[in-house]
C-alpha cells in the first residue's frame, strides 16, 4: 500500500483539529444582543453583530461582507428591530441553514408614544402606535432575552449546554442587581416630578421599569412640524425641562432648537452602546441629574 506523504498527513490532521475546534458563528443584530450572548457563551462562540456602531436598526443594509460571513454562520439571534423586517428572509436565502433565533419571543412590547400625544393627560400605555423595539433597555425585559438565547444557543451547540445554563445563571443574577442599583438611583425621586425630554423615543422601556416618564421630541423617525415644535417647547417649560437627551444615530437639528427656545441643555445618551451595563448605568443618573435640575429651578 502506498503511503500518504507526511506532508499531506499532516496538512488533513490540522484540518480536522482546526474544524474540530471552530466556534459557533454566530450574529445578533445590535451591540447589546452581543454583550448579552458573550456572557451566555463566553468563548464557546464567535459573535459578530450586524448593525455596526453608529448606524441605525432602523434603516441599516448589511455590507456584502457581512452577506458573505454570515453564509458561514449557525444562527441568526434576532431582536425585532426594524431593519430585520426587510432582511431576515434574504440572510435564509444566502444560507438556507441558518438558524432564526428570535431573542424577543414572548417579551410584551409597548406601543412608541410621540409627541403627538402629549396632551390629555396620557400616558405611554395609552397611545396604540407602532411597537417600540427598544426591549433590552430595561433589565428585567432582558431576562426574558437572555433565557431565550440561551435556548437557541442550546439547540445549536448541544454539547456546551452546561456551560451555557451556567453562565445564563450568573447573568440573570447580574441582571438583578443592577435593576436593584439602577432602582436606588431613582428611588429618592418623589412620583409626579419624574419626567425627562428625549428626542427619539427610545427610552420607554426604562422609563416604564424604574417608574419614569419619557416625553419625546420625533415621532416615529419624523421630525416635528412647526406647530409641534411650539407644543413640544411649551410642554417642557411647564415641565422646567433643563436637559434634551439625544442619540448618536438621528439628527440634533430639532433637539437644539427646542433647547435654545427652552434654556436647556443638549446630552448624549446612546442605547445602543457596547458596554451595555454600565450605559444603563450612565442614563440612569443623567436621567436623575437632569430631573433634580427641573425640580431645582423656579
Known amino acids: 500500500m502506498e503511503k500518504i506523504p507526511l506532508f499531506l498527513a499532516l496538512f488533513f490532521v490540522t484540518l480536522f483539529q482546526t474544524s ?108 396604540q402606535g407602532s411597537p417600540d423595539p427598544h426591549i433590552w433597555l430595561s433589565p428585567e425585559l432582558v431576562t426574558m432575552q437572555a433565557r431565550n438565547m440561551y435556548q437557541g444557543l442550546v439547540q445549536i451547540d448541544p454539547d456546551n449546554t452546561s456551560f451555557y445554563r451556567a453562565n445564563l445563571k450568573a447573568f440573570l443574577q447580574e441582571l438583578d442587581r443592577l435593576d436593584a442599583n439602577i432602582r436606588s438611583i431613582f428611588d429618592p425621586l418623589p412620583a409626579g416630578s419624574r419626567s425627562f425630554m428625549v428626542f427619539h423615543p427610545a427610552w420607554g422601556y426604562f422609563a416604564q421599569a424604574f417608574d419614569l416618564h419619557q416625553i419625546p421630541i420625533e415621532s416615529e423617525g419624523k421630525e416635528p412640524s412647526p406647530g409641534q415644535l411650539a407644543r413640544i417647547i411649551r410642554h417642557g417649560r411647564e415641565k422646567n425641562i433643563s436637559v434634551i437627551f439625544v442619540q448618536p444615530q438621528f439628527s440634533k437639528k430639532s433637539a437644539r432648537v427646542i433647547a435654545q427656545e427652552m434654556g436647556a441643555q443638549v446630552v448624549a445618551v446612546d442605547p445602543l452602546a457596547e458596554e451595555w451595563e454600565k450605559n444603563l448605568l450612565t442614563a440612569a443618573r443623567a436621567f436623575k441629574k437632569a430631573i433634580e435640575n427641573q425640580r431645582s429651578e423656579p
Open 20 to 127: 474540530a475546534l471552530a466556534k459557533p458563528l454566530v450574529f445578533v443584530s445590535i451591540l447589546p444582543q452581543w454583550h448579552f450572548l458573550q456572557r451566555i457563551g463566553g468563548d464557546q462562540l464567535d459573535v459578530r453583530v450586524m448593525v455596526l456602531p453608529g448606524a441605525s436598526p432602523a434603516t441599516y443594509e448589511p455590507s456584502p461582507r457581512q452577506m458573505a460571513r454570515l453564509a458561514e454562520a449557525r444562527a441568526y439571534f434576532a431582536i425585532g428591530v426594524p431593519f430585520e423586517n426587510a432582511w431576515l428572509e434574504r440572510f435564509k436565502a444566502v444560507n438556507p441553514d441558518l438558524e432564526i433565533i428570535r431573542s424577543d419571543q414572548g417579551v410584551p412590547k409597548r406601543s412608541m408614544i410621540s409627541h403627538e400625544h402629549l396632551d390629555a393627560h396620557q400616558t405611554d400605555d395609552h397611545h
